[in-house]
């Protein structure tokens, strides 16, 4: 893998190439770069192998692993009966939930109707709701033009690719002056598609939010005026003229730099950014459902990388997410603990969590509602085996559910993507499950 380009992270399309910004990359020991961790390693945990998996913390990486061993609420731990699974929600849910640590949940807020116009074979609204904290929270909704009736319903969770600055822009497209940056994004990692748009065509009603600290979320350079710190000064850097591609490009390599400020600082208010992922994106959820045009019992989520972090956490924790689809964000802690945490943003991780759940036990709280994952063989925010091993866990849990027919997992040729051929598994499998017969 070829050493990242700081001057072009603002083409980057996923987190790796973006996370030279991260503050994380720093950790790496001495002579583990980019050119050594991005190849596919054997299983980290065969003590023979340990010399050639060059983990990223040296020789204390056999021994962090060593620490974790089947995580003690797995529901596949022999402890736990099939004719158990109630309890063993109730129990994984609650402890889940107390170490996330979300934030307060605010009421539903009053939602304010900013544009309406159809473009694209689409009705679109541009709305905003007011949190109790922030600015406000910028959305879209799409549906089909002439629907009449409730229709089933998808919230759309747009990527984090290193690119703060935009938020639901880069999964939708509302006109035909859309920014150059936002165009490539989309032929980057979508196949050149705007697929809450493409989704939204095949019958759905269809809201992408920008997420905490994206888009409208974003914290200002005005927010911050007294940091001097390095990266992080904010001297001779403007909020004026934001929509100018060097201002774009200068932001997103700012606030990669912030981003472990606002991680460190979330954990010393008792938060963690999962938590506040999920509060937020359950604001938006109770929005969806509440509208006249949704029907509230078959509603969807899904998204890309950052999106599929997202998913993780929100289909995993509330079962109003009746079909879930994650792409490209599953793996499990013992990849991140040896390999990839360096690949991946601070918002990823809810501390003392893996002691519980190993990671993709965590969208495995739904079962047995339907769920699909997506990845990408040479996906390089990841080993293969782990991804591969994360795969067999939720068929796993699954199974045991007796919902076997309840789980897909898939995996396709290339990199870190969400293309053509992924998008089309996962609308169908969408329609699969909340449209009706």
Known sequence: ??????????????????????????????????????????????????????????????????????????????????????????????????????????????????????????????????????RPTRAVVLKPKGAKEPLPAILALHDHAGKKYFGYRKIVKTGDDQHPLLTEHQREDYSGRAWANDVARRGYVVLVHDAFAFGSRRVLYEDVVDLKYEGLDTRGRTDADPEKTEHIEAYNKWSAEHEHVMSKSLFCAGT?????????????????????????????????????????????????????????????????????????????????????????????????????????????????????????ILGEVFKKAGAEDRYAGRFYDGEHKFDQAMQTDAFDWFDRWLKKA
């Open 1 to 134: 893998m070829a050493k990242v380009d700081m001057k072009s992270n603002q083409t980057r399309r996923t987190f790796i190439k973006a996370s030279v910004l991260t503050g994380t990359v720093p950790f790496l020991p001495p002579g583990i770069g980019f050119d050594a961790v991005g190849e596919h390693q054997t299983n980290p945990m065969t003590p023979e192998m340990v010399p050639e998996t060059k983990s990223i913390i040296g020789l204390y990486g056999s021994w962090a692993a060593s620490l974790q061993t089947q995580p003690s609420l797995s529901f596949r731990n022999a402890r736990w009966k099939p004719e158990q699974l109630t309890r063993w929600k109730k129990e994984a849910l609650e402890k889940t939930r107390e170490l996330v640590a979300a934030p307060p949940q605010p009421a539903t807020p009053e939602v304010r109707i900013d544009r309406t116009f159809e473009y694209d074979g689409l009705m679109i609204e541009e709305i905003s709701w007011q949190l109790p904290y922030g």
């Open 272 to 392: 963690t950014w999962p938590g506040v992922f999920l509060s937020e994106d359950q604001v938006a959820l109770s929005i969806l459902c509440g509208r006249k045009d949704v029907d509230a019992q078959r509603v969807g989520c899904g998204g890309l990388s950052g999106g599929g972090l997202r998913t993780v956490y929100l289909a995993g924790m509330d079962s109003r997410i009746k079909c879930c689809v994650c792409v490209g964000f599953m793996t499990t802690w013992d990849d991140l603990t040896l390999h990839k945490t360096y690949t991946h943003t601070w918002m990823t991780y809810t501390p003392l969590l893996p002691r519980y759940l190993d990671f993709p036990e965590i969208l495995g709280l739904r079962v047995p509602l339907p769920t699909m994952i997506q990845c990408n063989n040479q996906d390089e925010l990841y080993t293969l085996p782990e991804m591969k091993t994360a795969d067999k």
